[in-house]
């Protein structure tokens, strides 16, 4: 019934120590030294963790398994069971997910919610939550979000000010967040200022501009920032907490500054950049077409600055993988190139590597980001995110002497490519634990639904 982690360097709030955690059933019963003579008659496991570095599991609340684009006729081509299998090797043992309402289909919040559900169910190998992306506002939406916080435990609401299927106008962004504030919820937001992108869009494909190398063009930063100041506004006036998804530029993150807002980042906008557009290979320039895209390099600093001094909470990835095949549907059409692309596998192992070893962020900064604070942010805190008495056993052995290498013929992201090909990496989760029971490669499926509360904000 008792699991030993002994020898851990674990890295907690205040301190970084070498120490034992004592595991029963599925949450961390005690933490100090020399735990095996303590309880050496109830122990039937014991991982020796070699003064590797023992972190809280890896929480990405930013993914879309099996995302349907209807418009295109095709899903992302990660399900919740090979995604979750690539989140749980990559340390990630807890997702969030977005359920996207249709408005085409006229779905209730409810129906959404069981229609992921039915995606999910016995399929999911980490534990899971979901957001609901709300795109009908009406008499009903005050109705619904009351019933998805109290039946659900759902808390946070996704909307856009971008794409035309799913963008809802200010006065119903209004609308909604005095909704979600009132029912202690959090809404969260794709900020792009969609007339924009639309005018810019339409301008280049009337001009011949086809290629992937039109897509950061339709997509400047100054949509961003536009999109920031709006709902900076929007949330002064409604107070009801308001989180940023996939911040991509520091310009952005500038124009956000003494604001309410809370920001999340994604490992492409810190190491990635524009330059990958230019390809003319269209199979290498679509991979990276995502919204918001790619930025200059110039832009990445005052990010890795931003998560450094606290003014980015989180790092998610955004993981909606499409393989070639389907980015194929925009080989004469930029705007029907699928966007998205894998992620979830690689965050930690990513901002292990170029985050805390190229000195950008330290190692409690890279578990605030990766686990405490969306832990906090979501309504899981301290279940999740935290290494600590009564919390989950959600646990990561974290050996920063092993090197190796992104390939996308060796992850376990149903994908054929990734943004990161050859890029090296220096550290490796190596044993992994969701509640207290250690992870294998042929996992079964075991992940478990997350109800979450309000959202926990310290600042
Ligand atoms: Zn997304």
Request: charged residues 20%; contains cysteine.
């Amino acid at each position: 019934m008792y699991t030993l982690i002994k020898n851990g360097k674990l890295v907690l709030p205040t301190e970084i120590k070498i120490a034992d955690i004592l595991i029963k059933d599925e949450k961390i019963f005690d933490i100090g030294s020399n735990l095996y003579e303590k309880y050496r008659e109830q122990i039937s496991n014991t991982f020796d963790a070699d003064k590797h570095f023992v972190i809280p599991g890896g929480i990405d609340v930013h993914t879309h398994m099996q995302l349907p684009l209807p418009h295109f006729g095709i899903e992302a081509s990660d399900d919740f069971s090979s995604g979750t299998l690539a989140a749980l090797q990559g340390g990630t043992t807890t997702i969030i997910d977005f359920a996207n309402q249709s408005r085409t289909e006229n779905d209730s919040l409810t129906k959404t919610f069981e229609k992921w559900q039915q995606k999910a169910l016995g399929k999911v190998h980490c534990d899971y939550g979901l957001h609901l992306s709300v795109t009908i506002v009406n008499e009903q939406t005050k109705h619904e979000v009351k019933k998805a916080v109290r039946d659900f435990g759902i808390t946070s609401f996704k909307t856009f000010l971008a794409y035309p299927a799913m963008k809802i106008s200010e006065e119903e962004m209004l609308s909604l967040m005095h909704t979600v504030r009132d029912y202690g919820g959090i809404l969260t937001v794709h900020a792009e200022d969609g007339k924009l992108i639309e005018e810019k869009t339409q301008a280049l494909l009337a001009a011949g501009k086809i290629s992937p190398a039109s897509h950061p063009l339709s997509h400047p930063i100054i949509a961003e920032i536009n999109a920031i100041h709006t709902m900076a506004r929007l949330q002064a006036e409604s107070n009801c907490p308001t989180y940023i998804v996939h911040l991509s530029s520091s310009s952005a993150l500038t124009a956000g500054e003494n604001t309410g807002l809370l920001f999340e980042t994604c490992p492409q906008y810190l190491l990635l950049n524009d330059s990958v557009y230019s390809s003319s290979d269209f199979d290498v320039a679509s991979r990276f077409v995502m919204s918001p895209p790619l930025r200059p390099a110039s832009e990445q600093s005052g990010l890795w600055q931003g998560l450094a001094n606290g003014r980015i909470s989180v790092v998610a990835t955004d993981h909606c993988p499409f393989l070639l095949s389907q980015k194929r549907l925009g080989l004469h059409d930029f705007t029907k190139i699928p966007n998205g692309a894998p992620g979830v596998e690689q965050r930690m192992e990513l901002l292990y590597t170029y985050g805390v070893k190229s000195g950008r962020i330290d190692m409690q900064t890279f578990v605030a980001i990766t686990a405490t604070n969306p832990a906090k942010i979501f309504g899981l805190y301290p279940q999740k995110g935290a290494i600590a008495i009564d919390s989950d056993a959600d646990l990561v052995i974290f050996d920063p002497t092993q090197t190796h290498t992104i390939h996308a013929a060796t992850q376990h992201t149903r994908c054929d490519h990734s943004l990161y090909e050859g890029l090296p990496l220096q550290g490796k989760c190596t044993h992994i634990f969701l509640r207290g029971k250690k992870v294998s490669s042929n996992a079964k499926a075991t992940g478990r639904y997350l109800k979450r509360s309000s959202p926990l904000l310290s600042k």
